[in-house]
């Protein structure tokens, strides 16, 4: 079943991350349109829609979970190998087996801080006189089941190279390589709007732990159909409790 919302936002997504872009200038891209659509009046309306039904619940409830990282992650729109628009949940104190950790994606993405705020920091590895000690992991998914997999790399240093306090209006960028670690920066709730780009995937991403050793597989438990739907009326409250 389709909504005028969501149709409008599919249509936007896909005329504007149509092109194939250098991924410096597809991630900006992804900011600048996820900014637009994560304004909270916005997408308040469209995740209002997906609540009521509309677009695919059974397929975007098969694809929504709750994240490692300790945030609930919600996919409102499916865009194929292209592009995936998803709604983040986080609960401030709430983390999940790899909370610390610091990761990069398959893909460049962006992202909107639509409520709340979140703190992030970047690093980069170093020979010897990184800031940090960690185990290196690769991440990839299993096969079939599509759990995340976690195969030790070795240890490595990091060195931080910039931390930021993202506030309720600010979308930012970062490309696939990019190491990271995000995590919610208030006492309630904070809802983020990301969007992940670019029709070629990496086979795996990097995984950076300074709390201790990770199990081999992390399961992925998707939520059933009236999760998602109870999930995204939350969410809609949330957004309405903001904007009124």
Known sequence: MGGGH????????????????????LALA?????????????LLELVTELAAGAGDPEHCARLSYRHVLGFDKLLLIDGGP?????????????GGIGK?????????????VVRGRLAMELYE?????????????????????????????????????HAARI?????Y???????????????????TLFLETGSER????????????????????PLAVPEYLDALDGLGELLRAGTG
């Open 6 to 25: 969501v149709e409008a936002a599919r249509r936007l997504l896909a005329a504007e991350l149509a092109a194939e872009l250098p991924e410096h200038e």
């Open 173 to 191: 960028a970062l490309p696939a390589h990019t190491l990271h670690r995000a995590w919610c920066d208030t006492e309630g709730p904070t809802v």
């Open 167 to 171: 506030a309720a209006g600010s979308a």
């Open 82 to 94: 292209r592009h995936m628009l998803r709604a983040h949940l986080w609960h401030p104190g709430r």
């Open 202 to 221: 990496r086979r795996h991403t990097d995984v950076f732990t300074a709390a201790g050793p990770h199990p081999d597989a992390v399961p992925k438990v």
């Open 30 to 42: 992804a900011r600048d349109l996820v900014a637009r659509l994560g304004e909270p009046e916005r």
């Open 125 to 161: 590895t170093a020979d010897g006189d990184g800031d940090l000690t960690t185990a290196r992991y690769q991440e990839s998914l299993a096969a079939g089941s599509a759990h995340w997999r976690l195969a030790p790399a070795g240890p490595a240093r990091l060195r931080l190279t």
């Open 100 to 112: 610390e950790d610091i990761h990069n994606h398959r893909s460049p993405l962006a992202s909107c």
